[in-house]
């Protein structure tokens, strides 16, 4: 079955530096990008960016680009979504995703269950 | 950046009606479209993909259409478990995009 476990939740204060994982099971990791979305709350959602995990190939949205990295370790199945100086607007639930094999021509159809990360000040 | 505008926001309909959703797009985004449901503390979930083809384990009761800029979700005879909040999404151009969402609520 394939399978994305994320972090557990966070609580942290404004200003300090944040990673969140998502751990890949039941299938070739290095294989399958992986997309990050955000949700704010009571809010829609938000596209942050993909990673190949096979070449580390990152494309980020305009309105993050700077503000967050995403990375992966093939060897142990997982991509990160780290933050260098949380501000109180990161405060969202970040789902990650699964998407196609190769060339993006298909959908991201397995998440992760989501890692609430609250920022207080 | 493609935009997409979803309509109503809100939808009440009585559970064994029927529900039609609209998405439309800033621009032209072919037929890569894809809906997705959202139940409340849970994550999305891939319900049509391509415009029209439903995504593995969805009823025959969701069916999407539409290209170009103007597509439709329909949910014939609702379920208790369709209530829920529905989100468009454009693959075209990066950055991809959603919809603000429409909730479908019970009547």
């Known amino acids: 079955e394939v399978q994305l476990v994320q972090s557990e939740p966070e609580v942290k204060k404004r200003g300090e530096s944040l990673k969140i994982s998502c751990k890949g099971s039941g299938y070739s990791f290095p294989k399958f990008w992986i997309g990050w979305v955000r949700q704010m709350p009571g809010r829609g959602l938000e596209w942050m960016g993909i990673i190949n995990p096979g070449d580390s190939d990152v494309r980020y949205s305009p309105s993050f680009q700077g503000q967050v990295t995403i990375s992966a370790d093939k060897p142990i199945s997982t991509a990160y979504l780290q933050w260098t100086s949380l501000k109180a607007s990161d405060t969202a639930i970040y789902y990650c995703?699964?998407?196609?094999?190769?060339?993006?021509?298909?959908?991201?159809?397995?998440w992760g269950q989501g890692t609430l990360v609250t920022v207080s000040s | 950046e493609i935009e997409l505008t979803q309509s109503p926001a809100t939808l009440s309909v009585s559970p064994g009606e029927r529900a039609t959703l609209s998405c439309r797009a800033s621009?032209?985004?072919?037929?890569?479209l894809a809906w997705y449901q959202q139940k409340p503390g849970q994550a999305p979930r891939l319900v049509i993909s391509?415009?029209?083809n439903r995504a593995t384990g969805i009823p025959a009761r969701f069916s999407g259409g539409g290209s170009g800029t103007d597509f439709t979700l329909t949910i014939s005879g609702l379920e208790p478990e369709d209530f829920a909040v529905y989100y468009c999404?454009?693959?075209?151009?990066?950055?991809?995009?959603f919809g603000q969402g429409t909730k479908v609520e019970i009547k």
């Open positions: 999404q454009q693959r075209t151009n990066w950055p991809w995009t």
């Open positions: 995703a699964r998407g196609p094999s190769g060339v993006l021509d298909s959908w991201f159809d397995t």
């Open positions: 391509d415009a029209s």
């Open positions: 621009q032209s985004i072919y037929i890569y």
